[in-house]
């Protein structure tokens, strides 16, 4: 029965992406527009579109995050269109033996489609963190094929927006862990399609070719473009793997930055503070002098003022004698004296209220001078105690870049991250030796 089978090859290479032609908006040469109706489209969606579905509610959530405007991303599909760490997509393009033995006007070409669209069928659900947006089987060239375009992402990203685009992370979750040059986490996830495809191939009887260095279905141009092809994708893997150290490292000293910036915006805020309070206790102090001059010159007067009024604060009729037995004294000191004394006392009772007044609202003017200046010499320290935590960050940032300079960045990274989980792993435990003297104390 197995001799029965065809063998044939397969193809698996990355695409250029080029999506107006790969939906046929315009036609190349090698194209035939009266086979274009055979071509099968999947999906053919707008990539910003599909960015905003995949990254718009992490993009918020990310800039909600950030104390600086200058950190904010306005927009995530210009940021990675206009970057050099991630492409916006990627494509890859399968075929099925060549243009000799499954041609598309043929019965194994025809065999081939059916496949390929079988294989295109199951690809989403295999790999849920490659976002298909757009798809195509063309049957209008010389060797049915299939060009699938993804978004590669990852969620639950520590770096960055929570989701985010990352082709090597987005392969890490579906099990594909990079090792040696050669085997990239993209080396291994092509490898494993392919064992997908043959599969399939196989219930409907082909038989995968595995063919060495001299593959004879092609020329030998586009052999050496296949083999070109899978070093530029190893070296691509090797690409984002650096950047993306660097990405980490850069994370850390922007931390670092930002920790500093917000100190100097302390200092600088604690320095306004301090011209205004000094501008406050200044105030203060010339109104306290003011008021200190003006009770000197009328404090005679005042005492002198508080001594009538406490003595002619008493009734009238303890004041005023009785009149005498020869004058009209009822009649002088009911109509005369007694309103003129009430008057008096009127008065003197009312001045006195003033002084009173007034010797408060001294004592409230130095009792407010006292706080200005004690604001005033606690902002002064805490100046100086910012400005010395300020001198203290940049000297142990230098340090840092120093210790990173000599054991590059992926140690340092490392080793930090080393520190972050034994940190983490103390911290357990000390939550869990709490628990247990908790639980024996009851």
Not at 85 to 104: A, P, R, T, Y
Request: aromatic share 6%; proline share 2%.
């Amino acid at each position: 029965m197995k001799g029965d089978l065809l063998k044939r090859t397969i193809s698996f290479m990355t695409g250029k992406g080029s999506l107006n032609h790969n939906s046929r908006k315009f036609h190349a040469k090698n194209t035939d527009p009266k086979r274009t109706h055979w071509n099968v489209e999947y999906c053919n969606e707008d990539i910003k579109d599909v960015y905003h579905e995949l990254f718009d509610e992490a993009l918020k959530r990310y800039n909600d995050k950030q104390t600086r405007k200058d950190r904010k991303i306005d927009d995530y599909y210009e940021k990675i269109r206009s970057g050099k760490q991630e492409k916006l997509f990627h494509e890859v393009i399968i075929q099925i033996g060549d243009k000799d033995n499954m041609g598309s006007e043929t019965v194994e070409g025809q065999l081939a489609a059916k496949v390929l669209d079988e294989y295109m069928k199951g690809f989403q659900e295999r790999n849920p963190t490659l976002r298909v947006f757009a798809a195509h089987l063309h049957l209008d060239e010389a060797t049915p094929h299939l060009h699938i375009d993804f978004i590669p992402y990852v969620t639950g990203s520590k770096r960055g927006l929570d989701t985010r685009v990352s082709l090597k992370q987005a392969l890490s979750v579906l099990g594909f862990k990079g090792g040696t040059r050669m085997e990239t986490e993209l080396n291994q996830w092509v490898a494993a399609e392919k064992e997908q495809l043959a599969s399939i191939m196989l219930e409907h009887g082909i038989e995968w070719e595995q063919k060495g260095t001299h593959e004879k279905h092609l020329s030998l141009l586009d052999f050496e473009k296949q083999e070109r092809a899978k070093e530029v994708a190893a070296l691509e893997e090797q690409k984002a793997d650096l950047e993306e150290h660097n990405a980490t490292m850069q994370e850390v000293n922007e931390k670092w930055l930002d920790h500093l910036k917000n100190i100097e915006q302390d200092i600088s805020s604690a320095q306004e503070s301090l011209k205004e309070a000094d501008k406050k206790a200044e105030r203060a102090k010339k109104n306290k002098a003011q008021y200190e001059k003006k009770l000197m010159e009328i404090a005679p007067m005042v005492k002198e003022m508080e001594r009538f009024a406490e003595k002619y604060s008493a009734d009238p009729e303890e004041v005023l004698p009785e009149a005498g037995t020869l004058e009209t004294g009822k009649t002088y000191r009911e109509k005369k004296a007694k309103p003129l004394i009430k008057k008096i006392v009127v008065v003197l009772r009312s001045v006195y209220r003033a002084y009173l007044d007034l010797s408060r609202k001294f004592s409230d003017m130095q009792k407010s001078y006292e706080r200005a200046l004690s604001k005033v010499n606690s902002l002064t320290a805490r100046v100086e105690e910012l400005w010395n935590e300020n001198k203290v960050l940049r000297e142990k940032l230098g340090d840092f870049n120093r210790v990173e300079r000599a054991l590059g960045r992926d140690t340092v990274e490392m080793i930090v991250q080393r520190e972050k989980s034994l940190e983490e792993a103390q911290r357990i435990q000390n939550r869990e030796r709490k628990r247990k003297i908790d639980r024996e104390g009851r």
